[in-house]
């Protein structure tokens, strides 16, 4: 069965203060890892996908890594609207429609 | 928002009532999904569809069923709530397996 664990549960920053959030899977035969950024009261918003170990994205001060086992969203120079909650998720198998979420990190950058 | 539409977003019912969530999409996906959330559960899959008349189940199916008569409009309906199901229902879309979801903004349903 597809895992996924995030840690921290929580994080607190100061704007300017770099950090990493982390998402550590199990999944057989991966097809996609993805992030998602939630702000109170909306649905997830999309970050990023992941195909292969190896392969980084970036976006502004957020940049995702992924290897075989683990994930890393890293934040560079954070400033108070970044403070969110981040989601990671997984989807592993080829007849597998269903994405495995993590309980979430819930980022707040204080100015 | 990625045209996706749920209604309704607040709603507050009885145990034992039936209670139907519906979910409009403007852009013709195949995929479409039925997640709820709950703290300390992150997102899990109730249901999902990947066609007109075509659903399957998700990892927490119980208590619940879906309906897709049109391309747009994906229906979840709890039979007989419980309070169990209390949470606050999402719906997402998606191209294809192995691309990612877009969800909607959620309906909170309160069952009392």
């Known amino acids: 069965e597809d895992q996924v664990t995030q840690s921290p549960e929580a994080l607190r920053l100061q704007e300017g203060e770099s950090s990493s959030l982390n998402c550590s899977y199990t999944v057989s035969g991966l097809r996609g890892l993805f992030w998602y950024r939630q702000d109170p009261g909306k649905g997830p918003e999309f970050l990023f996908t992941?195909?292969?170990a190896g392969e980084e994205k970036e976006k502004e001060r957020l940049k995702a890594t992924l290897t075989k086992k683990e994930s890393f969203l890293h934040i560079t120079a954070p400033k108070p609207e970044d403070s969110a909650t981040y989601l990671c998720?997984?989807?592993?198998?080829?007849?597998?429609?269903?994405?495995?979420f993590g309980a979430g990190t819930r980022l707040t950058v204080k100015p | 928002d990625a045209g996706i539409t749920q209604s309704p977003r607040h709603k507050v019912t009885e145990t034992g009532t039936p209670v139907t969530l519906r979910c409009h999409q403007t852009?013709?996906?195949?995929?479409m999904y039925w997640y709820r959330q709950d703290p300390g559960h992150g997102l899990r899959l109730i249901h999902y569809s990947y066609g007109v008349k075509d659903t399957d189940k998700g990892e927490v199916s119980d208590g619940y069923s879906v309906s897709r008569s049109k391309t747009e409009d994906f229906l979840l309906t709890l039979e007989s709530a419980t309070s169990s199901q209390t949470s606050v229902y999402f719906c997402?879309?998606?191209?294809?397996?192995?691309?990612?979801?877009?969800f909607g903004q959620g309906t909170r349903l309160t069952v009392v």
């Open positions: 852009e013709n996906h195949r995929y």
């Open positions: 998720a997984v989807q592993g198998g080829y007849d597998n429609n269903d994405m495995r």
């Open positions: 997402a879309i998606r191209v294809g397996g192995g691309t990612e979801a877009f």
């Open positions: 992941l195909y292969s």
